[in-house]
């Protein structure tokens, strides 16, 4: 009887999201244009400063999207919050609605299922993200955040599909997104050309990470051996 009641509510809730999506104009509008707004960074920056006093919803509406829609790439909102808020702002801006993001796509996973995930983010990149999982157990969220060559999106909804605490993954992926989010923001406020910043700071970033990675896998094989 529980699991029949947990499939209906899933059955309510996707219909709901579709009906509201095919008759609700404004927002099946609204969505198609922010969705046309990713084709470059230019097209993301002038799409957000189109809205004048409320750019600063759009911008977060924006990363919500790109997070449930994986893989629209997030450092467009990133420098593009940067370049028209200032790097401090921008950053705040970034973090915060990509953790609105992350969060949601959680809940899509955790309440929805795998069905449903793989739909938002490919089955192949869930099984790849999962492999992440098996490997780096209770560290994984961490570690994955810290690595800017991980995809961000699967590993949200991954995450959702395991017994993992709500809470455990939100302070994880809050703590190892805060590095990216703060360079970002600083090499688009510096630069008109910000990738040419960010492909080298994400080199010796990941270089950094995968160091402190192994120095952490060496230490737990360490402890296992002493006890």
Not at 191 to 219: C, D, E, H, Q
């Amino acid at each position: 009887m529980k699991l029949e009641n947990k499939h209906i509510k899933k059955i309510v809730v996707i219909l709901i999201v579709v009906l509201a999506f095919v008759f609700i104009k404004p927002l099946r509008e609204g969505v198609t244009n922010m969705s046309k707004a990713f084709k470059d960074l230019e097209s993301v920056k002038a799409y957000i400063r189109s809205f004048g006093k409320t750019a600063v919803v759009i911008s977060f509406l924006m990363m919500i999207l790109q997070s449930i829609a994986a893989p629209i790439p997030a450092f467009f909102i990133t420098f593009s919050n940067a370049a028209i808020w200032g790097w401090v702002r921008g950053s705040i801006l970034s973090w915060t609605s990509a953790m609105a993001g992350a969060a949601l796509c959680f809940g899509i996973a955790r309440f929805l299922g795998r069905d449903i995930a793989e739909k938002f983010a490919t089955k192949g990149a869930l099984k790849e993200v999962e492999g992440f999982f098996d490997k780096y157990g209770k560290n994984a969220i961490l570690v994955a955040r810290l690595l800017p060559f991980v995809p961000f999106d699967p590993i949200s909804y991954a995450a959702g599909l395991t017994p993992m605490g709500f809470w455990e993954f939100f302070i994880a992926t809050g703590i190892g997104q805060l590095p990216a989010t703060l360079i970002y923001s600083y090499a688009a406020s510096k630069s008109t050309n910000p990738s040419t910043w960010v492909k080298g700071l994400i080199i010796l970033f990941g270089v950094f990470a995968l160091g402190m990675l192994m120095k952490r896998i060496y230490n737990d094989k360490q402890a296992k051996k002493n006890i």
